[in-house]
């Protein structure tokens, strides 16, 4: 079977489609390389969903952990202190436990115990944790004189947080925020090994890697796949995240210092 | 294991919970926590290590070692560690053996990979198969520490190497001035400097370690989440004296909260630490303390 074939029949493997046996036996690289990488698109999911959610939520969150009412400030700090003080692996156990168990008086919550909903949800929730800390640490450090000049100007209320809070909030927490979406990627490779019961074989890159290693008592092929694939993914979340902060701080004066050309320094 | 409780069907409420708390599979559950423990407190000081070499080698002028080390914590760093965790396991394990195998059989013809099995010699086992039970779990549960302070270690390392650049640079010049040489200024001035650089990333990475140990459950030791899972499930009464449904919530509740309690402490500890390890220092919290203390 030529790998074109192979990657026609099992690239979208983890989603359902395409070959439904998995191979057995005799294991060509190429079979192992397109398999890891259909899991991947699990990967990818889980974490582009929770950061793109949590990422508003950790905005309220941090507000509201930041604000003078302590009706707001306290269940915040609570919400954050549980799930930044736990294992994320314990989390997605005991989740999936009560969504079992919530299951059987209310099919509402059928979805929640398979992982596209269920796991989302934990992670959601885990990072809007760790991203709402990050975000009150730096909403605690904008600079003081960013504020009085938008009290000077009379900027208030919704405009003083679109246009300066805000955006400063986000330029401060940046590089700590771009490092807890790498881990959060990371974190993704946990769902299928804690609890979430992987359907007809459609897991994600570690539960196939897992499964390669299994079958051939040897891992020093798929693991490093495996690994490959997720140094690649945190390249790529380092490149978006690199743009995102080189616009975010484009305002301030660059560190580059701009030499005279060659020419004029010859015209000298 | 109180007398009560000899026939536990016609017990109810407390005296039944107290006798259902205290079976022989609870106190394996209570000692796992001990476990969990026990690796924490190997773990930690074996990583710093890994992590420490780790950061002397990233800052060698000697190339090839300082690439190693950089690699070292790059690649760590860039794999989810349940990747490496579940990684390390069969591969240190077939490593071991593949090492002893060597030795002890030189004189083996048959190739160690056949198919899809890894076939050593019958003395290069590990643990060999005529040891008893306890070798077995011991073997198993030092791979574990292993794996754990080979991932750990990397990112320990990256602190270091960060908090060894940190310490200012005029110390180190003062020390050469004084004629000592770059093992004295290394050993003398830069690391007993750099730990106050080091604590506040050396603590989140304590957390850290301590919020990945259920991991354990996955390297084959039968840790916190291995119970909490056997006990929390169904039990019917063809099978056991004490039935109940379905407890994995109450019992991952447990866990939620052994954790909670555990990086609490931590952080408190932390923080005295910190407060101890600023005393004297050219910083702006040591700064503050010689301030208050005068």
């Excluded at chain 1, 359902?16 to 899991?39: H, N």
């Excluded at chain 2, 059989?105 to 643990?127: H, M, N, Y």
Aim: charged letters at 15%; hydrophobic letters at 50%.
């Amino acid at each position: 079977m030529s790998c074109l074939q192979t990657v026609q029949d099992y690239a979208l493997r983890s989603l359902g489609i395409g070959e439904r046996l998995l191979p057995r036996e005799d294991f060509t690289l190429c079979e192992q390389v397109t398999l890891i990488g259909s899991g991947m698109i699990w990967n990818i999911y889980f974490g582009l969903i929770a950061i793109v959610f949590g990422f508003f939520a950790a905005t309220g969150m941090a507000l509201a952990k930041n604000s003078q009412n302590a009706w707001l400030r306290k269940p915040a700090e609570f919400f954050i202190y549980v799930f930044r003080g736990s294992p994320l692996f314990i989390q997605m156990f005991f989740a999936y436990a009560v969504f079992v168990v919530l299951k059987q008086s209310f099919p509402f919550f059928a979805p929640f115990t398979s992982a596209w909903l269920g796991a989302t949800l934990v992670l959601f929730l885990n990072t809007t944790a760790y991203t709402a800390e990050i975000f009150y640490g730096a909403l605690q450090s904008i600079p003081k004189g960013d504020l009085e000049a938008a009290d000077a100007y009379g900027i208030t209320g919704r405009t003083r947080f679109t246009r300066i809070v805000w955006p400063s909030m986000l330029r401060l927490a940046w590089p700590a925020y771009t490092n807890e979406a790498i881990f959060l990627f990371h974190a993704t490779a946990l769902v299928f090994f804690s609890g979430f019961p992987v359907w007809a074989q459609r897991g994600d890159a570690l539960y196939y890697a897992s499964y390669f290693a299994d079958k051939t008592f040897n891992p020093f092929i798929p693991y490093p796949i495996l690994a490959g694939f997720f140094i690649l993914l945190t390249l790529v979340v380092i490149t978006i995240f690199g743009t995102i902060g080189k616009r975010l701080n484009r305002h301030l004066p660059q560190a580059v210092i701009r030499r005279p050309g060659f020419m004029r320094t010859m015209m000298r | 294991m109180f007398s009560y409780c000899t026939d536990p069907s016609t017990l109810e409420g407390f005296s039944w919970l107290s006798c259902y708390l205290t079976t022989g599979k609870h106190m394996g559950f209570y000692a796992s926590f001990l476990t969990v423990i026990v690796l924490l407190l190997i773990t930690a000081p074996v990583a710093l290590m890994f992590g420490f070499a780790g950061a002397a080698a990233a800052r060698s002028r000697f190339l090839p070692l300082s690439l190693l080390g950089k690699t070292y914590t790059a690649i760590v760093r860039g794999v989810p560690d349940i990747a490496f965790f579940m990684f390390f396991v069969i591969a240190l394990d077939q490593a071991f053996e593949y090492l002893r195998h060597k030795v002890k059989c030189p004189d083996w013809s048959e190739p160690i990979r056949q198919g899809s099995d890894f076939v050593v010699c019958t003395q290069a086992k590990l643990p060999l198969s005529t040891s008893p039970q306890w070798m077995h779990e011991a073997y198993g549960f030092s791979l574990a520490v292993l794996t754990f302070a080979i991932v750990f270690g990397a990112f320990a390392a990256n602190v270091l190497y960060g908090a060894m650049r940190a310490v200012p640079r005029a110390q180190l010049e003062t020390a050469e001035a004084y004629g000592m040489n770059q093992r004295q200024t290394f050993w003398r001035i830069l690391v007993p400097q750099m730990w106050i650089y080091a604590l506040p990333g050396l603590s989140n990475l304590w957390m850290i370690l301590v919020k990945a140990t259920p991991l354990l459950f996955l390297l084959g030791v039968e840790d916190i989440v291995y119970w909490a899972k056997e006990l929390g499930g169904l039990k019917t009464a063809r099978f056991t004296e004490y039935p109940h449904g379905n407890w994995h919530a109450i019992y991952f509740f447990a866990l939620l909260v052994f954790y909670l309690m555990l990086t609490s402490i931590s952080e408190r500890v932390f923080k005295r630490i910190s407060r101890r390890l600023s005393h004297g220092q050219a910083t702006a919290a040591g700064e503050a303390q010689r301030k208050a203390a005068q």
